[in-house]
């Protein structure tokens, strides 16, 4: 296993058009978190999985937003009907217990860059 | 609230020349706190961590001390590489909060 997989790394769309980013984690990890990250500023969490749950989504998710992981592997995040200001970068990151408690190191991606045109 | 805040970059400096960064946060309780570093093409990495109050994260060279006192987590590198330059970002774990909470980043960059 080589790490946290992410694909595309690079999306140019039209705005309004449905965007759909995919992420592998770590297999042997439970946790997957999803965060965007904009130019110039740290990155902001969206939502996180434990295994195929869905247990927390962020505010800046929208309800244009969508995310999945179906059988707790890998995860999508969909973006319906998008805006210029969903260009951003957007990172997953997984981790075998809490990423936030210290106590196991988390993964990140390299990241899907979303340019809206 | 929780809140990180570190300072603003381009932190330009020579070969081994002594690098800090600053970082202070705001938080409830007693949050883990990490520095994490994105080199040019590549996803973040932990660079280390601190999970209470006095102990001191390192690696590669990197040190720093959480101080619940100053409510701060520097990053302190006592001689930097050309390699070393990347964007660091200074990043709080609340309790109870499942998510990290990441400063906006300092860039580092050193010339030979």
């Known amino acids: 296993d080589t790490g946290v997989s992410q694909d595309p790394r690079h999306k140019i769309t039209k705005r309004g058009q449905n965007v759909t980013f995919r992420c592998d984690p770590i297999s042997e990890h439970n946790r997957l978190y999803w965060y965007r990250q904009t130019l110039g500023q740290g990155p902001e969490f969206l939502t996180y999985f434990q295994n195929e749950a869905q247990l927390e989504k962020s505010r800046l998710l929208s309800d244009r937003f969508s995310a999945e992981r179906p059988k707790g592997s890998f995860s999508t995040l969909e973006i319906q009907r998008t805006e210029q200001g969903d260009s951003a970068m957007y990172l997953c990151?997984?981790?075998?217990?809490?990423?936030?408690?210290?106590?196991?190191?988390?993964?990140f991606g390299q990241g899907t860059r979303l340019t809206v045109v | 609230g929780n809140s990180v805040t570190q300072m603003e970059g381009p932190v330009t400096l020579s070969e081994e020349a002594f690098l800090t960064i600053n970082c202070t946060y705001t938080a409830t309780g007693y949050p883990s706190l990490f520095w994490y570093v994105q080199y040019p093409g590549e996803g973040l990495q932990l660079l280390l961590k601190?999970?209470?109050?006095?102990d001191k994260g390192s690696n590669k060279g990197f040190e720093a001390t959480y101080r619940k006192e100053t409510t701060s987590f520097h990053l302190e590198k006592g001689s930097v590489q050309v390699s070393d330059s990347a964007v660091y970002f200074c990043a709080l774990g609340p309790r109870g909060y499942n998510k990290l909470i990441f400063g906006a980043g300092t860039r580092l960059a050193v010339h030979p």
């Open positions: 601190a999970t209470k109050a006095d």
């Open positions: 990151a997984s981790s075998f217990l809490a990423m936030e408690s210290g106590k196991a190191e988390a993964f």
